[in-house]
């Protein structure tokens, strides 16, 4: 079946450090694939997405391209702040017969920025 | 985008209760799901809730536990029944418009005692 592993956590990071997370999956067909991120006390929010190989997502300093050929999805940001301190999840989306959608997650991981 | 809110948005609840949570998305979607994130874990797909027909549940997840109606295009309640502490989770409505996203919940969070 679908599978999403996530890079072992927790992370930490100064300030204005590269973050990379590493995202790679398991799928038939061809897959959306995306990343929410899940602040402390909230739900999950989307924060970015690609649906075809080579497409890259991004939102607020956050980047990730769909790689086909190594079936990943790595989250970058050039310079975290304190505010990205949150749990990161990546989630791949496969269209299943009968148009019934299902999302498979990651395991999550979980980054702290200090100051 | 869709907003969803939830409500209660957490519980204490005693064992062998049940819990109601009530999830109401601000316009019509197609498609509605609940999901369980069990502390420290990701998040784990309960069941579709289907409007006008009886919800599609995951391997592991039975009507009689987590009984599911979904009676328009924006309103879902998933019952808990029969609490346990192994039910102390987060539960989390979401909703697809059709396309491939979906939006999230604030989330219940429940304690058994």
């Known amino acids: 079946g679908d599978s999403v592993t996530q890079m072992e956590g927790p992370v930490t990071l100064s300030e204005e450090a590269f973050l990379t997370i590493n995202c790679t999956y398991t799928?038939?067909?061809?897959?959306?694939l995306f990343w929410y991120v899940q602040y402390p006390g909230e739900g999950l929010q989307l924060l970015l997405k690609a649906t075809k190989a080579d497409d890259k997502g991004s939102n607020k300093g956050f980047e990730a391209t769909y790689r086909k050929e190594t079936t990943s999805f790595h989250l970058e940001k050039g310079s975290v702040q304190v505010s990205d301190s949150a749990v990161y999840f990546c989630a791949l989306f496969a269209s299943l017969t009968g148009a019934n959608s299902k999302l498979t997650f990651g395991k999550g991981i979980t980054l702290s920025v200090r100051p | 985008s869709a907003v969803i809110s939830q409500k209660p948005s957490r519980d204490i609840c005693q064992r062998g209760t049940s819990l109601t949570i009530q999830c109401q998305v601000d316009s019509q979607v197609t498609m509605m799901f609940w999901y369980r994130q069990q502390p420290g874990q990701s998040l784990t797909l309960i069941a579709t809730?289907?409007?006008?027909?009886?919800?599609?549940?995951e391997s592991g997840f039975v009507i009689d536990k987590f009984p599911i109606s979904r009676p328009n295009l924006t309103f879902s309640t998933l019952t808990v029944s029969n609490l346990s502490p192994e039910d102390s989770s987060i539960y989390l409505c979401?909703?697809?418009?059709?396309?491939?996203?979906?939006?999230f919940g604030p989330g219940t969070r429940l304690t058994v005692t």
């Open positions: 809730a289907n409007q006008g027909s009886e919800a599609t549940y």
């Open positions: 799928a038939t067909g061809y897959p959306s």
């Open positions: 979401s909703a697809g418009t059709g396309e491939d996203e979906q939006y």
